[in-house]
């Protein structure tokens, strides 16, 4: 019955075994699980962009938003493992399950991380009627008005969100939280004055900042970016040692054949390295990555770890 059992495993295996090697023979999907216009959105398009060149396929986008990006991944943990189906997520990816105890799958153990698409510092973005034109002037605003300022995110516990919430711990100042379902509902607030403030992606937020629609005052990593040279860093604005930066990847489901993996992580090398991609991705002060799967696997659980950390000691919640 042993022998039999192992047999008949091995035998349903060889059809995917089969299919791994041939891969892919028909067009592909990218779930995105967040509206069109978004960072997310935006980096995973230009990948799926880039397909038919490096892997002899294209790419069917769909934007299935809702819940911080819980209903898109869903569909995703979902799906066969076939190559077929793939998540392109942000940071959040790893954020989320610590702030919902009922999460409907697991963000580690029900799907196979394929690569990193790239690594993106924040902006921080005002609305231009505002009296701002500093992280300076945040500051002394936040503190002369107490109660009255708000800052949008992309959702719960993003790296917007993450953000907000670490310049209010550091700069001692106060605003509200606003999530929205995504960048691109978020920045469309701001841009009519129903917030103030936000730390957006570059990739959602430099289209408004360079029509003058927003008002860009620093970045959020350790140095300045390309994109935007002459803003400043936050913590050379004034705040020492303020750092934080989002990222973008791909997932397969559980169980995807590692050749199907493999061959999805070279393709998005080679997409992302084309020259119009990189002159794109460079122009969003996106830094591509293209790491490979046993690396972006590793990073995954260390930020799991370290943003699970952060949440915890901000007593941010799920609500």
């Known amino acids: 019955m042993r022998f039999t059992r192992r047999a008949g495993f091995a035998a349903a295996l060889l059809p995917m075994a089969a299919r791994a090697q041939t891969w892919p023979t028909r067009p592909f999907r990218f779930v995105i699980p967040y509206p069109p216009g978004g960072p997310t959105d935006i980096l995973g398009?230009?990948?799926?962009?880039?397909?038919?060149?490096?892997?002899?396929?294209?790419?069917?986008v769909e934007n299935r938003a809702g819940a911080s990006g819980v209903i898109g991944s869903q569909e995703?943990?979902?799906?066969?493992?076939?190559?077929?189906?793939?998540?392109?997520?942000?940071?959040?990816?790893?954020?989320?399950?610590?702030l919902n105890r009922a999460m409907p799958f697991d963000a580690l153990a029900d799907f196979v991380p394929v690569t990193m698409i790239a690594r993106v510092p924040l902006m921080v973005v005002v609305n231009p009627a505002l009296p701002i034109q500093t992280?300076?002037?945040?500051?002394?605003?936040?503190?002369?008005?107490?109660?009255?300022?708000?800052?949008?995110?992309?959702?719960?516990?993003?790296?917007?969100?993450?953000?907000?919430?670490?310049?209010?711990?550091?700069?001692?100042t106060q605003m509200q939280h606003i999530p929205y379902r995504g960048s691109g509902p978020a920045i469309a607030d701001l841009m009519a004055g129903n917030v103030q403030v936000m730390f957006d992606s570059i990739p959602s937020s430099a289209g408004a900042v360079?029509?003058?629609?927003?008002?860009?005052?620093?970045?959020?990593?350790?140095?300045?970016?390309?994109?935007?040279?002459?803003?400043?860093?936050?913590?050379e604005a004034g705040v020492p040692g303020f750092d934080i930066s989002t990222w973008y990847g791909i997932w397969a489901p559980a169980r995807t054949p590692m050749?199907?993996?493999?061959?999805?992580?070279?393709?998005?090398?080679?997409?992302?390295?084309?020259?119009?991609?990189?002159?794109?991705?460079?122009?969003?002060?996106?830094?591509?990555?293209?790491?490979?799967?046993?690396?972006?696997?590793?990073f995954c659980r260390s930020e799991y770890d370290r943003w699970g950390a952060l949440v915890r000691t901000a007593g941010i919640t799920g609500d």
Not at 50 to 55: E, K, N, T, V
Not at 216 to 223: E, F, H, P
Not at 269 to 294: F, K, N, Q
Request: no cysteine.
């Open 76 to 98: 995703v943990a979902r799906a066969a493992p076939d190559g077929q189906t793939f998540l392109v997520n942000a940071s959040i990816h790893t954020i989320i399950p610590h």
């Open 210 to 235: 360079r029509a003058g629609q927003l008002r860009a005052l620093a970045v959020t990593s350790t140095t300045r970016t390309a994109a935007f040279p002459e803003l400043p860093t936050v913590a």
């Open 259 to 298: 050749p199907i993996v493999e061959r999805l992580q070279q393709a998005t090398a080679s997409a992302v390295a084309a020259p119009e991609a990189a002159a794109r991705l460079a122009s969003l002060g996106a830094e591509p990555v293209a790491d490979t799967p046993a690396q972006f696997a590793a």
């Open 45 to 60: 398009r230009v990948v799926a962009l880039g397909m038919p060149a490096a892997i002899g396929q294209s790419v069917v």
């Open 135 to 172: 992280i300076a002037d945040l500051i002394a605003w936040l503190r002369a008005n107490p109660g009255r300022a708000s800052f949008a995110s992309s959702g719960n516990a993003a790296a917007p969100h993450l953000a907000g919430e670490l310049f209010k711990q550091m700069t001692d």
